[in-house]
């Protein structure tokens, strides 16, 4: 698919891109691997996959459907972003699950790893409730952070280091519904 053709996407809002990172058949198949792997990593416990809203929630439901053993689903937002395209550091934890972890398994899903600070702040607050473990699932990170204190297991790409928008990230709210990862002009 050539980029001129997806300039003339209907959802692009008439913006340009870049350049597609990462087509629908390639994230298909990686988020498969993923389900794979993940599946393979809990034999057994209680699974609570826990997506970060909003820039999970089309990985997430992807991803689910590729884990092949009991698992309970849940949501949290934390804003760090607001309307830029520089992280700001300051995560704000928006909504809190309900459902209890203490024992659990955790799996936080992420659409994008950058700074790192995100993931950071949320596996000290949720570790507080004392889940059996906590693991970090994300659809792409762009290896910045060398600081993480708690590793990401499951990567599903090396992402460039570009803002990138579709399959659930956005800028300013737009682009989530794009079925591919793009880099905009
Ligand atoms: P961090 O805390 O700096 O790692 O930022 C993580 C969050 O920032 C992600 O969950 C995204 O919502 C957002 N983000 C980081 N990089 C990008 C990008 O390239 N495009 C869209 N959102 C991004
Ligand atoms: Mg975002």
Redesign the pocket.
């Known amino acids: 698919m050539s980029t001129s053709s997806k300039s003339a996407d209907p959802r692009l809002l008439g913006r340009a891109i870049k350049r597609i990172a990462f087509d629908e058949p390639t994230i298909a198949a990686r988020v498969r691997e993923l389900g794979d792997e993940i599946t393979a990593s809990y034999p057994d416990g209680d699974l609570l996959v826990l997506g970060?809203l909003k820039?999970s929630f089309i990985f997430l439901s992807d991803l689910v459907r590729e884990i092949k053993r009991p698992l309970h689903v849940d949501f949290l937002v934390a804003s760090?972003?607001g309307a830029g395209?520089v992280?700001s550091?300051n995560?704000h934890l928006v909504y809190d699950p309900e459902t209890h972890l203490e024992g659990k398994h955790i799996l936080l899903v992420?659409?994008?790893?950058?700074?790192?600070?995100?993931?950071q702040t949320l596996v000290q607050v949720l570790g507080e409730r004392k889940p059996k473990s906590i693991a970090i699932c994300a659809l792409l990170h762009?290896h910045i952070?060398e600081h993480l204190s708690h590793p990401v297991q499951f990567v599903g790409f090396d992402?460039p280091h570009?803002?990138?928008?579709g399959y659930g990230?956005?800028?300013a709210e737009d682009f989530r519904h794009v079925p591919f990862v793009a880099s905009l002009e």
Do not use: C, M, N
């Open positions: 970060l820039g760090s972003y395209t992280s550091g995560v992420e659409d994008i790893v950058d700074s790192g600070r995100t993931l762009k952070a992402a570009e803002f990138l928008v990230l956005d800028h």
